[in-house]
């Protein structure tokens, strides 16, 4: 095993020797537990990893990008899918095969399609799809980065993956993605088309088979007009309530698929009995909000909330200040007087953010509202109202999990040693430094492989790249003050708790923290006092 001498390489006024010298017998078991698909990484110090390091990580955490003060919050908004209601995975192979048979059956696709199967670890959230006047480009699926740069081996044409060689001629050379190609406000580009919520995870999955088999039967197709006939496949499985209509049904049996009912219950309960006044603004129609809330809370569901808004076509109802809103009766029917007031035990329908402000008078960091789609519920309350906002991504679950694990903490910490054991031996131009610098640069980009497939073999972490924010990650931290798996989480904490985001370095304060233990090289005083501080 290859093994620096970090304390020399730290140090500013001692040795300047980068790195022992290295027997053949040790560069060749280093090579070959590579080519086994073995880890060949010894750590320089047992203790790199913080003591408890990997236990800190709880999946009912609130994770905050900006301050929030519980105590200054009065009024408590809410989606209503994936946001109050929690479905289970079993939903996305039911979308994916009523949209497959659609395909086949309504667009008339070759039935060969039929034979492939939702893959339920193929795709995740923050995938974009790429369009281009070339038409090798046209189509591909890819993971990118804060920057806009991809990330090598996530690019994918139908379910098989494009050499980064190939990438890089595509592109002309870069794996950039220019912005005027990218993803504009609502995540639609010219060029690019990106997929940031769980209901688009089926769509992307249905992309790819569908791409594979042309490809692999060799027949010509446009991938663009692909897209549009898959997207109108998947959205037929929304407009004609297939979604609603199974939800509903399994309600009455087992429910299945709806999940944390009385987890909602419970938050709903505690906001209300403390004072809180809540409002609902969802898509769904009133007969599929009234049959889940029911289920998860009891027939006097409404009694919670002081405004509920349904089929308020999101984001349109964010920016759209021309819509009126209706008033539903008792049983679901639209009534045309005109409304001059948003009155609780009431069900409204359509309407605009506009009118809402004007009727409530809720204004400003005194409203916090959850949704699980970023651009759909979030973007514009921020960005334009001012409100608090609060994103439920439920993929922390699996990546908080991941990222407790001992695995993801030794190749993390070594990853990291050794990029700052490069950094250093960079300077040093013998010939062994250089040799060992290109074993390291290796050793690295196997690390970085082996930490992406830890999340997702494909596409790795929804959050990351190899070592950027991933578009998604700087969208999340964009558009919402704070981020959780679900809404539960705020049961954990009273309400007058003041959210602190931690303060990451910027790259100039870097050697101010005790992210240089990462080097190998430095101890931080007190670090396993620090370590059991949550």
């Not at 994770?63 to 003060?69: F, T």
């Not at 790819?208 to 027949?219: E, G, K, L, Y």
């Not at 969208?475 to 309400?495: E, G, I, K, P």
């Amino acid at each position: 095993m290859l093994v620096a001498q970090p304390c020399e390489l730290a140090s500013s006024t001692g040795p300047k020797t980068a790195v022992t010298s290295f027997s053949s017998a040790e560069v060749h078991n280093h090579q070959v537990s590579l080519q086994k698909g073995l880890s060949p990484f010894v750590f320089p110090a047992p203790d790199l990893i913080p003591p408890g390091a990997c236990n800190l990580l709880n999946s009912s955490t609130i994770y905050a990008n900006n301050e929030v003060n519980l105590a200054e919050v009065d009024i408590y908004g809410f989606d209503y899918d994936y946001t109050l209601a929690q479905y289970s995975n079993a939903l996305n192979t039911m979308i994916y095969n009523k949209a497959r048979e659609f395909l086949i059956e309504h667009f008339k696709y070759p039935e060969g399609i039929r034979k492939y199967d939702y893959l339920s670890n193929f795709a995740v959230k923050s995938f974009k799809l790429h369009f281009n006047h070339c038409r090798s480009i046209i189509g591909l699926l890819m993971k990118i980065d804060a920057f806009h740069y991809i990330e090598p081996g996530t690019v994918y044409r139908g379910l098989s993956p494009v050499p980064d060689e190939e990438v890089l001629q595509l592109f002309g050379g870069t794996f950039h993605v220019p912005l005027q190609q990218d993803s504009g406000f609502y995540g639609k580009g010219p060029k690019v088309k990106q997929f940031m919520d769980i209901f688009s995870i089926p769509e992307m999955t249905l992309l790819a088979v569908a791409n594979d088999f042309f490809i692999t039967n060799d027949i010509e197709y446009d991938p663009v007009h692909l897209f549009k006939d898959i997207s109108e496949a998947v959205g037929m499985v929304h407009l004609k309530g297939y979604m609603y209509k199974w939800i509903m049904e399994d309600l009455g049996k087992n429910s299945f698929h709806v999940f944390r009912g009385d987890e909602t219950d419970a938050v709903l309960h505690r906001l209300a009995s403390s004072g809180k006044k809540l409002f609902l603004i969802t898509n769904s129609p009133f007969s599929f909000v009234d049959r889940g809330m029911t289920h998860m809370v009891g027939k006097n569901w409404r009694d919670f909330f002081d405004v509920v808004i349904v089929q308020a076509d999101k984001p349109h109802f964010f920016t759209d200040c021309i819509k009126p809103f209706r008033r539903l009766d008792g049983n679901g029917d639209l009534r045309w007087e005109k409304i001059k007031s948003l009155d609780k035990g009431q069900i409204y329908k359509q309407g605009n953010l506009f009118d809402f402000l004007r009727l409530t008078g809720w204004r400003g960091s005194k409203v916090l509202y959850f949704g699980d789609h970023l651009y759909s519920d979030l973007a514009d309350l921020m960005l334009r109202h001012g409100w608090r906002t609060a994103a439920i991504v439920p993929e922390l679950e699996q990546e908080t999990k991941v990222v407790s694990t001992d695995r993801y903490g030794m190749n993390l910490t070594w990853m990291q040693a050794l990029t700052g054991l490069m950094e250093r031996l960079q300077t040093h131009r013998d010939p062994v430094s250089k040799q060992v610098f290109l074993e390291w640069q290796k050793e690295r980009e196997e690390l970085r492989v082996m930490t992406k497939n830890l999340f997702n073999p494909q596409f790795g972490s929804i959050f990351r790249t190899c070592h950027n924010p991933t578009y998604f990650s700087r969208r999340l931290c964009r558009f919402s003050d704070v981020y959780m798996t679900s809404l539960s989480c705020l049961l954990n904490y009273d309400l007058s708790y003041t959210f602190y985001p931690r303060r990451t370095p910027l790259q100039h304060e870097a050697p101010l923290w005790m992210d240089q233990l990462c080097t190998g090289c430095m101890k931080t005083p007190f670090l396993e006092e620090m370590s059991h501080i949550r």
